[in-house]
């Protein structure tokens, strides 16, 4: 049976960041002198700038990410025509049993206004715990907080499906990476596809087919472009292809080659009335015939494999999908890891989409 979760709490009208540091300092040596055996996380420091009337949306998306929460999470709420501070400190913890520790975790809230945002680094540099990394989030925009904020930052998450041209969302991706390493939602959602076929082609007998590729087909949610050009883009620096500018077809539908040494690869982005962020199917096929096909389907993907000699089979891949508190949770955890494929990939992205329009 799990322990029952305690919380030790503090707030403050009309504050000051270091009037919230000593607040954290005291909250810490009172628990810590209550039970030697609780001790604060020191891994991550996570800070998130949210308009005001979202904070609680995104404090439950926070809530969902399991077991990645970051050691320390500061909830900056931006409030048009707010002058003051106001914060609230909460420490979360399960008493230890026995001999071993128990971790403590700090999530700071502070409402605040847009004039703090172009000096946003003065309220969160003595708000942030000291000595380890820090990830900024800024799910609605807020670039004057990201560009106060980059010099403290060691990792800055974003999503490139929030913009709604996939150029600019790109090119924002690509100028970030230039200063901070980046995590991108849109990059994480394809995981799962992008796993599935590496496997798909890992075998011995099948990697021939990899130089053979004649068609990409990456089906998306309607806002999901930056996602699909993404996994274009990591097959394209995988396979060295050079990419070609795609050009609007139908609507929603992005057309274009990439040229793969002696032929080339068509490259197809289709929009789908998926509801949920992300890819809704991916095809890679061969111009001998032989084609695979990912679909998102109830409980994970349908796969189905079409043989040269015509032979169709069809299977379920099992627990795909991440939703979006798994995607946000991996997010967190990318924070502290470094994805060597991302930046290449990026690079393909860009060549495929400046056209798009």
Same mark, same amino acid.
């Given at each position: 049976?799990?322990? /029952?979760?305690?919380? *030790?709490? %503090?707030?403050?009208?009309?504050?000051?960041?270091?009037?919230?540091?000593?607040?954290?300092?005291?909250?810490?040596?009172?628990?810590?002198?209550?039970?030697?055996?609780?001790?604060?996380?020191?891994?991550?420091?996570?800070?998130?700038?949210?308009?005001?009337?979202?904070?609680?949306?995104?404090?439950?998306?926070?809530?969902?990410?399991?077991?990645?929460?970051?050691?320390?999470?500061? !909830?900056?709420?931006?409030?048009?025509?707010?002058?003051?501070?106001?914060?609230?400190?909460?420490?979360?913890?399960?008493?230890?049993?026995?001999?071993?520790?128990?971790?403590?975790? +700090?999530?700071? +809230?502070?409402?605040?206004?847009?004039?703090?945002?172009?000096?946003?680094?003065?309220?969160? *540099?003595?708000?942030?715990?000291?000595?380890?990394?820090?990830?900024? %989030?800024?799910?609605?925009?807020?670039?004057?907080?990201?560009?106060?904020?980059?010099?403290?930052?060691?990792?800055?998450?974003?999503?490139?499906?929030?913009?709604?041209?996939?150029?600019?969302?790109?090119?924002?991706? /690509?100028?970030?990476?230039?200063?901070?390493?980046?995590? *991108?939602?849109?990059?994480?959602?394809?995981?799962?596809?992008?796993?599935?076929? /590496?496997?798909?082609?890992?075998?011995?007998?099948?990697? +021939?087919?990899?130089?053979?590729?004649?068609?990409?087909?990456?089906?998306?949610?309607?806002?999901?472009?930056?996602?699909? /050009?993404?996994?274009?883009?990591?097959?394209?620096?995988?396979?060295?292809?050079?990419?070609?500018? !795609?050009?609007?077809?139908?609507?929603?539908?992005?057309?274009?080659?990439?040229?793969?040494?002696?032929?080339?690869?068509?490259?197809? !982005?289709?929009?789908? *009335?998926?509801?949920?962020?992300?890819?809704?199917?991916?095809?890679?096929?061969?111009?001998?015939? %032989?084609?695979?096909?990912?679909?998102?389907?109830?409980?994970?993907?349908?796969?189905?494999?079409?043989?040269?000699?015509?032979?169709?089979?069809? %299977?379920?891949?099992?627990?795909?999908?991440?939703?979006?508190?798994?995607?946000?949770?991996?997010?967190?955890?990318?924070?502290?890891?470094?994805?060597?494929?991302?930046?290449?990939?990026?690079?393909?992205?860009?060549?495929?989409?400046?056209?798009?329009?």
């Amino acid at each position: 049976m799990e322990a /029952a979760l305690s919380e *030790d709490i %503090w707030t403050e009208c009309n504050t000051t960041p270091d009037a919230i540091d000593d607040a954290l300092r005291e909250l810490l040596r009172a628990r810590h002198a209550a039970n030697h055996l609780l001790v604060p996380a020191r891994v991550l420091n996570l800070v998130v700038v949210v308009d005001r009337s979202w904070k609680g949306e995104i404090a439950n998306r926070l809530e969902r990410v399991g077991r990645y929460h970051a050691s320390r999470t500061v !909830l900056c709420a931006v409030e048009p025509g707010r002058t003051t501070i106001d914060a609230r400190v909460v420490m979360s913890y399960e008493e230890p049993t026995g001999d071993a520790l128990g971790v403590i975790l +700090e999530q700071v +809230e502070i409402d605040l206004g847009e004039v703090h945002l172009a000096n946003l680094d003065n309220v969160i *540099d003595p708000v942030r715990a000291a000595e380890i990394p820090t990830m900024i %989030w800024c799910p609605h925009g807020h670039l004057e907080a990201i560009n106060a904020l980059l010099a403290l930052a060691d990792v800055i998450l974003i999503d490139s499906d929030d913009e709604p041209e996939p150029a600019v969302a790109l090119a924002r991706a /690509a100028e970030l990476l230039g200063s901070v390493y980046v995590v *991108d939602l849109a990059w994480l959602r394809t995981t799962p596809w992008r796993e599935r076929l /590496a496997a798909t082609f890992d075998p011995p007998g099948r990697r +021939e087919l990899l130089w053979q590729i004649g068609r990409i087909a990456a089906r998306h949610q309607a806002s999901s472009t930056a996602s699909a /050009a993404l996994l274009a883009g990591w097959l394209a620096s995988r396979l060295h292809w050079r990419p070609t500018p !795609l050009s609007r077809h139908d609507g929603d539908e992005l057309r274009g080659v990439a040229h793969a040494g002696d032929h080339d690869v068509e490259v197809q !982005l289709d929009s789908s *009335d998926q509801v949920v962020p992300g890819l809704t199917g991916v095809t890679v096929a061969v111009p001998g015939g %032989w084609s695979l096909s990912l679909d998102r389907a109830s409980g994970g993907l349908c796969a189905r494999r079409r043989s040269e000699d015509g032979t169709e089979s069809t %299977w379920q891949v099992l627990g795909a999908s991440r939703g979006e508190g798994g995607i946000l949770g991996e997010g967190v955890r990318q924070a502290l890891l470094r994805d060597p494929t991302y930046g290449p990939a990026l690079s393909c992205a860009r060549e495929f989409c400046p056209a798009v329009g």
